[in-house]
């Protein structure tokens, strides 16, 4: 499946079916959603619908969550002409920074890092992942940003999955998301029906 290849017709997520399926087991995540960044047609129209619920919103600052939200939380800020922010694991920062301990997706006990000196009251904050399963790395993002007086403009990642605590982000922030309704389905049950199209064997989660 050629990854550089744009279709003529481009419904909403077609670049969706660029994501490549876990053949390597479970250390790693079910899928490798990175591919799709090296489509410059579909990196570009991905930020376009995770920004489009926040265009009349106002957004100070966009930040980005270790690692892959780098990519997705600088290209968002670019588009919208706003600094970026990282939201580092710990150990990464060389100045004074706060920091919130959590639980990710994985069930790995982490710490994730914050420098304190950017984030103010009142400051809104787009904060960017590439990815929500369980929550809980979000969730760590979220409080050091409200921790320092800043408002969370919203949440974008390429998927929020149908968890609890996926729900619970849902709930009580506004979000974007690049899944379409009858996709949602797939992606709770990590299985894409577009894994068949890469010809090898995936790793299902049981």
């Given amino acids: 499946m050629d990854g550089l290849t744009t279709p003529q017709e481009r419904g909403k997520g077609w670049y969706l079916a660029l994501m490549a399926p876990n053949i390597k087991g479970p250390p790693y995540a079910w899928l490798d959603p990175s591919r ?3 489509n410059q047609q579909a990196l570009q129209d991905c930020v376009q619908d995770l920004i489009r619920p926040f265009q009349n919103d106002t957004i100070d600052l966009v930040a980005g969550i270790d ?12 588009h919208l002409g706003k600094g970026f922010l990282t939201l580092r694991k710990e150990g990464h920062l060389c ?32 904060v960017v992942d590439q990815w929500v399963e369980t929550g809980g790395t ?3 993002a ?12 919203g949440i974008a990642a390429i998927c929020i999955e149908d968890t609890a605590g996926g729900r619970q982000i849902k709930e009580k922030y506004k ?13 709770n049950n990590k299985y894409l029906e577009s894994f068949k199209a890469f ?4 790793n299902k989660p049981k």
Wanted: proline share 3%; hydrophobic share 40%.
């Fill in 36 to 38: 799709l960044y090296c």
């Fill in 67 to 78: 690692a892959m939200g780098f990519v997705l939380g600088a290209a968002i800020a670019h």
């Fill in 95 to 126: 100045v004074a920074t706060r920091s919130t301990a959590y639980s990710d997706y994985t069930g790995r006990q982490k710490v994730l890092e914050m420098r304190d000196d950017m984030v103010r009251t009142g400051l809104r904050v787009l």
């Fill in 138 to 140: 979000m969730e760590a």
């Fill in 142 to 153: 979220v409080t050091l940003v409200e921790q320092e007086g800043g408002t969370v403009a």
């Fill in 175 to 187: 979000c974007s998301t690049c899944v379409p309704d009858f996709l949602q389905p797939q992606f």
């Fill in 199 to 202: 010809g090898t064997q995936c």
